[in-house]
């Protein structure tokens, strides 16, 4: 069980529902928009993502094993229990990563390769980082081996999550059962993470529960009213994977070289993406107030709860 990775037995399913996906699409019996260099380019940064994980794969089971031998309890992989108990607490645990990846620019040089797709098929799902392990996020797992779950576990929940994150990526499947909307992530509420409407930018965190995004205050559901514009806010114009990889930790770079302070220095590094000390451009809580008011500070509606009105197609929006 050890050996278990839920990543590589799923890959060959990964494939087959692409492929599927394409063929369905072009027989017009689902909705799915595909773009040769655009999925190229997707499935060029899965395979590039599986390469530099493998460099860093070592260095982060040799971490987890190091914590593991300081552990607090003892946690049997054999008891169903503690399967419960890690899948919540690591899922929990995905929501903070994801949120971060967001909101803070260093994290979110390694994760914005994702969003870069102006489509939204099953081939998304594998437009994965190449920076994710040198980023360090991975060491926000850490305390789940200090508590006392073994790393194999705490990695096949991982892998888990990530196979079960795959199916969301597509715009053939409508709403779920409202009941399973409620409490899992499905393709509608992920159409939103992924979309750069004003309205959705930085909603919907979620790995496998959705619970999480209605806890703290980041839910937002897909409204018929306003279909999903997908991509970045200020979308790449290239199909080129390196640039796609590479082209936010390039920008950090320049404004680095042109900081003027220190504090300057450390927003840029650390602060939202599109933060400006002369507020030349904008991150997405400044974009968002700009389409409020645009919007006239539109009104919630009683049945959803999220604003109503009519959406400014915003188009003078911020680098990523």
Known sequence: ?????????????????????IILARMGLV????????????????LGSSVAGLATAGVIFAASLWVYQHRLFDIPMTAVWAWVLVFLL???????????????????????????????????????TWTGGVAGTWLLWLPLSLIGFPPAMVAIQKGISLVYQFWIHTEAVGKMPRWFEAVF??????RVHHARNPRYLDRNYAGILII????????????????????????????????VAFHEW??????????????????????RPGWSPDGSRETSEQIRARWAAAAGAARPSPA????TGLTPDVRSESPA
């Open 1 to 21: 069980m050890d050996d278990l990775d839920p990543v590589s037995l799923a890959v060959p399913f990964f494939i087959l529902a692409i492929v599927l996906e």
């Open 90 to 128: 690591e899922d929990k645990i995905y929501y903070w990563f994801h949120r971060l990846a967001h909101e803070r620019r260093f994290w979110w040089a390694s994760h914005v390769n994702h969003h870069t797709s102006q489509h939204y098929n099953l081939s998304t799902a594998l437009r994965q």
């Open 304 to 307: 959803t709860g999220a604003e």
């Open 185 to 190: 992530n499905t393709p509608s509420h992920h």
């Open 250 to 271: 390039a920008a950090i770079g320049r404004d680095l070289r042109g900081a003027r302070s220190l504090r300057d220095a450390a927003l840029y590094l650390f602060g």
């Open 212 to 243: 999480w995004d209605r806890m703290f205050g980041t839910f937002q559901p897909e409204l018929e009213g306003e279909p999903c514009r997908y991509g970045i806010v200020k979308n790449l114009a290239t199909f080129n994977p390196i640039r």
């Open 31 to 46: 909705r799915a928009n595909y773009e040769p260099k655009d999925t190229f380019t997707s499935l060029a940064m899965g």
